[in-house]
């Protein structure tokens, strides 16, 4: 057997014979690097040659030495390189088989991807003839024994059907002789008349079956047909129904005694057919064993370049079949994205919102350090995909909405995290071939480069859109070649769901190596989304909400990440964090309750209940008295109220309300309704509140707003509204009452009742009958003409 390693720049003096067909020219110093991967069959030397990986051989340029020790010029004649361990030539064997069925299963997909399409294929596929004038030659790989275990079972189907025949020719025929003798009888009247009789034999006896060794042969044969399609994935058919050996019984014939039973039974065979068939099956046992194959031709399976084939597979065991819009994976800057999936999200454990996962694998020699370029690919790639989920939520159909999870949230401005990862191919998994199931089957963080990479345009801000973090792992490849090559469907859905999880896991960890990570919750007094707002450039980027609210109230679970100033490289930069982070807690703390959480964690257990404060009444002596001389241009609301509906409802804290509030119709075509967009209603800083029905009695009470906000019908439900009207209302929250003394309150409605008829004349559009229930709107100055 010959070995080659794709890439590695051999003299071409010292390769010439055996790569003739394959590679005919070299570069102007005579050194040949190939660009394939794969299986051919060289005439030259009269031997088959494997073109192996560039992830088994590392080292600097110049010095590469394949499994860390070994000369690749040692290894264009592996069965005279005496450095190459047991363990190692057995990884060999092994690696040229996977790789031989990866290439296959590629090439099928390929097929599939392809049909109806013209396309160029990057597999070399045909069979090469054997020169000589002899048809039997010597095979010395295990790649040669299984496909020649194949290529029998195709080519032999009659001669089994023939041997399958005689064996169970006359087995169900009677022995009468020993079943008149041994066997009891019974004798019954037979039911065509008394005087005739019947015997019946309950237990007849069939003729003795011996010992049949065709079909122990053949027995052990097919159960190695059923093996390496377990095993391998190699396709084969099971042309008649034996009791095949499997499972612990196969692995003892694994084990040496497939060789000593098959020799135990040799001498039992004298057709061609026959012998050529135990040669086949002792070859598979005893892998060394020199057997010679009945052959004119060799297959010759070689792929152009392998980054696409490694591509394919990591693609095929981490995506699967995922449907993602096309302009994701087919940026619109012409990028293409090699990986992508939806799984969940790394703030929150408990929720099932997912997120985008983007990966990019890397095919490189082992030790092989990441280049800038990649890296910022890799950035562009996220930003890409960052827009794209700005975009769809700003101006996407609900239905072109289905299945994302928006990545900014509108109160905070903050954005979810995006993993961003690359893959490279590492084998340094010598060990447990037989069962690749035992190999390391899992991601890890790449020990030989760098392990994550970090670009952003602040210091101390995780939940920003400009900061990127970016991490590297290492899978196995023999593993997740295995794997593809199997082609097992069920197989692949259990890895993929196992290393998703852990993968996200791994992610979490390498976040909480960067940030510390809080939960905070308002106090009761204090309306979290004004809190926000008021302090928006303190908490920009610190502050997400990836958590729900607490069940059967509004009260918000936040996060809030910060910095490790020890992470920081310049002595004035991690100053600069550490100032920010106490800052920021010190802040934040006099309104909140703040709880250190790690990142995902429910903190529902960790931060205390908190209930809305209750309605208190105080006297109209202690209340604060301000003058509309202070507040000229500020607006005012002058609003009525139903006291059997409405009343209850402002003072309430049914579902989770916090603050007493006064709420108005929103909706341009909503009769009585507001406009939140225009500046006197969304800036307006105090409500007046008068009872329908009792308008001349005056001002009833007069509040100072807090902040506003909006609430649907089903909110409005929720905290306590009974039967509201509308789909939508805008609401003024209360700091505290105050008093601003009385007003003419009917006055004041004739004047707006005017307004409207000079506005409705005007205006063609509007419904000429005045809106009842219609909130007034004045500024301090004009509200000073209706003092009482």
């Known amino acids: 057997m010959r070995i080659l390693i794709e890439e590695y720049p051999y ?6 014979n055996v790569l003739r067909g394959i590679v005919e020219t070299h570069d102007a ?9 794969g299986y051919f069959y060289s005439p030259e030397v009269s031997d088959c040659v494997f073109i192996l990986p560039k992830v088994i051989i590392e080292g600097e340029k110049g010095h590469e030495r ?29 690696l040229s088989v996977w790789i031989y069925r990866a290439i296959k299963v590629f090439k099928d997909q390929e097929f599939r991807r392809k049909e109806n399409k013209k396309g160029t294929s990057i597999v070399e596929e045909r069979r090469a003839p054997m020169m000589g004038h002899s048809r039997r030659r010597k095979s010395n790989t295990f790649l040669d024994v299984l496909l020649a275990l194949q290529q029998w079972n195709r080519d032999n189907e009659q001669f089994v059907m023939f041997v399958v025949k005689n064996m169970h020719a006359g087995q169900n025929k009677i022995n009468w002789t020993r079943t008149i003798a041994k066997s009891p009888a019974i004798v019954q009247t037979n039911s065509l008349g008394p005087n005739r009789q019947e015997v019946i034999y309950l237990n007849p006896i069939n003729k003795k079956r011996q010992v049949n060794f065709d079909e122990e042969l053949l027995i052990i044969y097919y159960s190695i047909l059923y093996y390496i399609n377990d095993q391998y994935g190699f396709p084969v058919r099971l042309n008649v129904n034996f009791p095949l050996i499997t499972g612990k019984r196969f692995e003892r014939y694994l084990n040496n005694y497939g060789r000593y039973r098959l020799k135990q039974i040799k001498y039992k065979y004298y057709s061609d057919k026959a012998l050529e068939l135990w040669e086949l099956c002792y070859a598979f046992f005893d892998r ?19 980054q696409i084939v490694f591509e394919a597979i990591i693609d095929e065991l981490l995506a699967g079949d995922q449907e993602l819009p096309k302009e994701l994976l087919d940026q619109p800057d012409g990028k293409r994205v090699d990986h ?11 929720r099932q919102d997912n997120i985008y996962y983007i990966g990019d694998s890397k095919y490189y020699k082992r030790q092989t350090s990441l280049d800038d370029k990649a890296v910022y690919k890799q950035y562009t790639y996220s930003r890409n995909v960052i827009q794209w989920n700005i975009d769809l939520f700003n101006n996407g159909t609900p239905e072109q909405q289905k299945g994302h999870h928006m990545l900014r949230h509108d109160v905070t401005e903050g954005y979810n995290v995006i993993p961003n990862f690359f893959i490279s191919a590492n084998q340094n998994t010598l060990k447990a071939i037989d069962d690749i199931d035992l190999i390391d089957n899992k991601l890890e963080p790449s020990k030989r480069r760098k392990q994550y990479y970090l670009t952003r345009q602040y210091l101390n801000r995780l939940f920003d859109r400009d900061t990127l973090m970016l991490a590297h792992y290492d899978v196995n490849f023999l593993y997740v070649l295995s794997l593809y090559a199997r082609n097992n469907a069920g197989a692949k859905v259990a890895w ?17 190596m960067n940030f510390i990570f809080y939960a ?14 008021q302090n928006f450039q303190t908490l920009l980027g610190k502050v997400f909400h990836p958590f729900g609210d607490r069940e059967g109230s509004d009260q918000k679970y936040y996060s809030l990440a910060l910095r490790k100033p020890e992470l920081e490289q310049r002595a004035e930069d991690r100053l600069a964090v550490q100032d920010e982070n106490e800052s920021v807690l010190f802040q934040l703390r006099q309104a909140f309750y703040v709880e250190l959480c790690p990142l995902g964690d429910n903190p529902v257990e960790l931060l205390p209940k908190v209930e809305p404060l209750p309605h208190r009444e105080i006297a109209s002596n202690l209340l604060t008295m301000h003058y509309l001389e202070n507040y000229p241009d500020v607006s005012f609301v002058i609003g009525g109220f139903n006291r059997e509906k409405q009343l209850r409802w402002m003072f309430s804290r049914e579902g989770g309300k916090r603050d007493d509030a ?26 007046i509140l008068y009872e329908f029905g009792k308008e001349q009695e005056g001002v009833y009470k007069a509040f100072r707003v807090k902040n506003t906000g909006e609430m649907t019908r089903e909110k409005m439900i929720r905290t306590g509204y009974s039967n509201p009207q509308h789909d939508a209302y805008f609401c003024y929250f209360f700091d505290e009452e105050v008093t601003l003394g009385q007003f003419d309150i009917p006055a004041i409605l004739a004047a707006d009742r005017q307004l409207y008829r000079q506005q409705s004349e005007a205006d063609k559009k509007l419904d000429k009958n005045y809106p009842t229930g219609r909130p007034v709107y004045m500024t301090g100055r004009e509200l000073m003409g209706y003092r009482r």
């Open 340 to 350: 992508m999936f939806q799984y969940h999200e790394l703030t929150n454990n408990e």
């Open 66 to 94: 394949a499994f860390g020790h070994i000369d690749p010029y040692s290894l264009i004649d592996a069965d005279k390189c005496e450095e190459l361990r047991p363990d190692e030539r057995k990884f060999i064997y092994e």
């Open 288 to 306: 060394p064993y020199q057997i010679n194959l009945n052959v004119d031709y060799k297959e010759y399976l070689l792929v152009k370049d392998f």
């Open 29 to 37: 110093d005579h050194n040949v690097s190939l660009s394939r991967v």
């Open 520 to 533: 905070a919750t308002a106090h009761a007094d204090v309306e979290p989304e004004t809190y926000i707002r």
């Open 11 to 16: 003299k071409y003096d010292a390769v010439s």
């Open 496 to 512: 993929r769901t196992k290393v998703r999880k852990l993968f996200r896991q791994q992610i979490q960890e390498m976040l909480k």
């Open 662 to 687: 006064y709420n108005v119709r929103m909706g341009k075509n909503v009769p009585g309704g507001v406009v939140k967009s225009r500046d006197y209603i969304k800036s307006a800083k105090f409500v």
